[in-house]
């Protein structure tokens, strides 16, 4: 049973441009989050995606948004990178019922 | 959600327990204690949670006090793969729009050491 896949696992992007993670839950999941971690801190809410509509947000500007895909699957697009935008991005999918919240391992993005 | 204050850092001798303790004293009555870890260049991993009742997994223990107001998470015997930094979180059950959501703080480095 595959647990949360995120791709690509890495990813280097120029100030200004655009880009696109992917995530698919771990296998019976419906909700999935997505979290930026920069070095040495612990990871931030960004958005939470339920029956393909942004359900919670955390405090990220509008550069950053997201879809999810019938097939519970998830984006996260961020325009107009910053410096400041590099960091791990992790997914999370549960149940929208409960039960745990299961992580991928992220994509390192840098933006230089 | 509560907020939690937990030690930046610990070390632990492999084979020994190692107990992380983690402050929650404005904790609601609805408000659960859960414990994620997150090994280096790894995804945070859940370990265990609990309400008030000590709690007790394959991983690990989970004591929270009389009061609510802190927990200790204790690895029974710490092996060098769990080097890792430790997540202590509140949060509420139930809310079906948020519960992708959890506050994590800093954490606490643990190392372990031969």
């Known amino acids: 049973d595959a647990g949360v896949t995120q791709s690509p696992t890495h990813l280097i992007k120029t100030r200004g441009q655009q880009v696109t993670l992917r995530c698919s839950p771990k296998?019976?999941?419906?909700?999935v989050s997505w979290y930026q971690q920069a070095l040495g801190q612990g990871p931030q809410f960004i958005f939470q995606y339920y029956e393909e509509e942004e359900r919670q947000r955390g405090n990220f500007p509008d550069r950053f948004s997201g879809h999810q895909f019938p097939n519970y699957s998830s984006e996260l697009n961020v325009n107009a990178l910053l410096l400041g935008d590099s960091a791990l991005y992790l997914c999370a999918s549960s149940l929208v019922h409960g039960g745990t919240l299961h992580f991928g391992n992220g994509t390192r993005l840098t933006v230089t | 959600d509560a907020k939690t204050t937990q030690p930046t850092s610990m070390d632990c001798a492999e084979g020994r327990a190692a107990n992380l303790p983690c402050n929650h004293s404005?904790?609601?009555?609805?408000?659960?204690v859960y414990w994620y870890r997150q090994i280096h260049s790894q995804g945070p991993q859940y370990i265990i949670h609990g309400l008030k009742n000590n709690e007790t997994n394959e991983m690990a223990s989970l004591i929270i006090t009389e009061d609510r107001k802190s927990s200790t998470l204790i690895l029974p015997h710490a092996t060098l793969r769990d080097t890792a930094v430790y997540y202590c979180i509140v949060r509420v059950a139930g809310s079906t729009d948020s519960w992708g959501k959890l506050q994590f703080g800093a954490g606490t480095q643990v190392v372990v050491t031969p």
């Open positions: 404005t904790i609601s009555g609805n408000e659960y």
């Open positions: 296998s019976g999941h419906d909700t």
